[in-house]
């Protein structure tokens, strides 16, 4: 590992203050994806400028009813709050779905969203990877890639997402609050990940220096019927296969609204629009649920060892759907 | 090395501390750290390298070797040890992030006079929550957090989501089992392991 130097930033603007002054420079936060990269040399920073001990760690519901969540809090304290276990339970069994009790501890929620793909040709360095070095080709491509993206890829790259957390943010209408030099901006948290196209580079829609100061909850997907579900090669501890959140609103046997997400099929958490669309004002009966997953899934495009995906995914998509539109 | 008074003397020959010259002969900013962490109740003091995990201070400077290296990539857990009371997987933490926090090992878990083991300890040995030992340390540090945080009603992927907040999580085994999947033990050695923790919440 190249040296660095380390700086511990008191304020939001000591922080991009010190990011701007050293070239080669990475937030910190619990570093749990950040030094195992740079173990592996996939990242080599020549600073890290900490953030983990910024005042961001509160988690508080605004009078309008919105939960600001900072983005030191960590993984753990977000889904053990109260006011996340009764209004947004999706957001607390995404996170408890994700890596270990002591992972969760240390991940903080802007780091769990800017985490990189586990992509094991992007994660080995004498692997071309367009993601790790631009122009070098994608090696996953022909290699094995049974965990790669059935949804939105390009020639350019197949890797996925592989946050649970920002699968559950996506399908509650969350936004991200970001803080960079030109001021202060916010992202809905389903456009904050970007489809690869031919800048996989690119994860996100993050400037360079920008902070993640929060994520916002808003009121109008509180306290509705809301689930996670992930499928994975054992019962805990491993990156999903595919997954789902979904929330449901059901009023006089009809839909009101809905809105679903798939984890683990796509560069980004896949927000399922046709499926919502297709559910709208519809009895949930289990034909027409999956009728509206279907009309989603249309669109995947599985790769050689992949084509598994599309049918976990729907199974899963089914079950939660109708499981919340069911009588409660 | 220098060292610093009060300052640990390292095990292992370590980079010089100073003055670094950078490539364009610039004098290059500190790529080492003073820091103080507090381990099992006593401040050590100590100049790192910023690069040094908290696994490899506690090892390889400070001779706590009771926390394990099995991946150092955070994916077994026997690394485990306690900051500020929580479990975290120390071969993830830059020890230089970690300044001015307590820290608990495996070292630190029984009695200050030595006699007397952490019921933990004691229920691993009569349990045999073990064969080879070397995930032992982690699953120990890992068991003390885990039971505390189930203690403050922290759900787990098997918490009913309608189970009350900040009401403490009665720990079955499906609850044991999930709460500790972020320690691995190649010797399979899980049935025992949890019954040793089932003999502890009792
Ligand atoms: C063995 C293992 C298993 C795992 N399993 C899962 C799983 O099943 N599901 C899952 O979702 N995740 C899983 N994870 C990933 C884990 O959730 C992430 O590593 C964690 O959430 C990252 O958070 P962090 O605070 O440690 O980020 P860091 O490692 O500190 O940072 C990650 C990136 O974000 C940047 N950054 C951090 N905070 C900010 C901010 N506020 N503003 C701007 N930039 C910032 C950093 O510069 C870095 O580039 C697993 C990890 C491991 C090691
Ligand atoms: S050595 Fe830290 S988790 Fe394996
Ligand atoms: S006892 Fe050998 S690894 Fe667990």
Excluded at chain 1, 49 to 65: K, T
Aim: with cysteine; glycine share 10%; hydrophobic share 40%.
């Amino acid at each position: 590992m190249k040296p660095y130097a380390y700086v511990r930033a008191a304020t939001l603007d000591e922080a991009t203050a010190a990011y701007a002054g050293h070239s080669g420079a990475h937030y910190l936060g619990g570093g749990t994806n950040l030094v195992d990269l740079m173990k592996l040399g996939v990242t080599a920073p020549d600073a890290l400028v900490d953030i983990s001990r910024l005042p961001l760690d509160g988690i508080e519901l605004r009078p309008d009813g919105a939960l600001r969540i900072g983005a030191t809090a960590r993984n753990s304290d977000i889904a053990a709050h109260p006011v996340v276990r009764d209004r947004w339970p999706v957001l607390s069994q995404a996170l408890l779905a994700g890596a270990s009790g002591q992972l969760r501890n240390i991940a903080t929620a802007g780091g769990n969203l800017l985490q990189r793909t586990r992509c094991p040709f992007f994660q080995d360095t004498a692997k071309p990877c367009n993601k790790r070095r631009p122009g070098s080709g994608c090696a996953a491509r022909e290699g094995s890639h049974r965990d790669h993206a059935v949804l939105g890829h390009s020639p350019h790259c197949i890797a996925t997402h592989p946050s649970d957390m920002a699968v559950a943010l996506a399908a509650l209408d969350a936004t991200v609050e970001l803080h960079g030099t030109g001021g202060e901006r916010s992202v809905p948290a389903a456009e904050f990940h970007r489809l690869p196209g031919d800048r996989p580079e690119q994860d996100t829609v993050l400037r360079p220096g920008e902070l993640i100061t929060a994520i916002v909850l808003p009121p109008h997907s509180a306290g509705l019927p809301s689930a996670y579900r992930k499928a994975r090669d054992r019962a805990s501890y491993a990156f999903a296969l595919a997954s789902v959140a979904a929330l449901v609103e059901v009023q006089d046997g009809l839909v009101r609204r809905s809105a679903l997400a798939f984890g683990a099929l796509a560069h980004r958490p896949w927000r399922a629009h046709r499926a919502e669309e297709a559910l709208r004002g519809v009895e949930p009966t289990r034909a027409a649920v999956e009728r509206a997953v279907d009309a989603e899934l249309a669109s995947a495009e599985p790769l050689r060892d992949n084509a598994y995906k599309v049918p976990l995914a729907r199974n899963l998509a089914c079950e939660v759907l109708t499981r919340l539109a069911g009588p409660r | 090395m220098t060292l610093l008074p009060g300052t640990d003397a390292p095990r292992t020959p370590q980079e010089p501390h100073g003055p670094h010259t950078g490539a364009a002969g610039e004098p290059a900013e500190a790529t080492h750290s003073r820091i103080t962490l507090n381990v099992n109740g006593t401040p050590r003091t100590l100049v790192v390298d910023n690069r040094s995990s908290l696994l490899d201070v506690l090892r390889e400077r400070l001779g706590l070797i009771g926390a394990k290296k099995g991946c150092d990539h955070g994916q077994c857990g026997s690394c485990t040890v306690l900051v500020e009371g929580r479990r975290a997987n120390a071969c993830l933490l830059p020890a230089v992030a970690q300044d001015g926090y307590d820290i608990t090992t495996v070292e630190g878990l029984a009695a200050a006079d030595g006699e007397r083991l952490h019921p933990l300890q004691r229920a691993f040995l009569d349990r045999d929550g073990f064969q080879c030992g070397y995930c032992t340390p982690g699953q120990l540090c890992s068991a003390v957090g885990m039971i505390a945080e189930a203690e403050a009603g922290h759900p787990s992927d098997a918490t009913d989501p309608g189970h009350p907040a900040k009401t403490p999580v009665a720990l079955t085994a499906a609850e044991i089992r999930t709460r500790l999947s972020g320690n691995i033990c190649r010797c399979g050695a899980y049935p025992n392991i949890v019954a040793a923790v089932e003999d502890v919440i009792e």
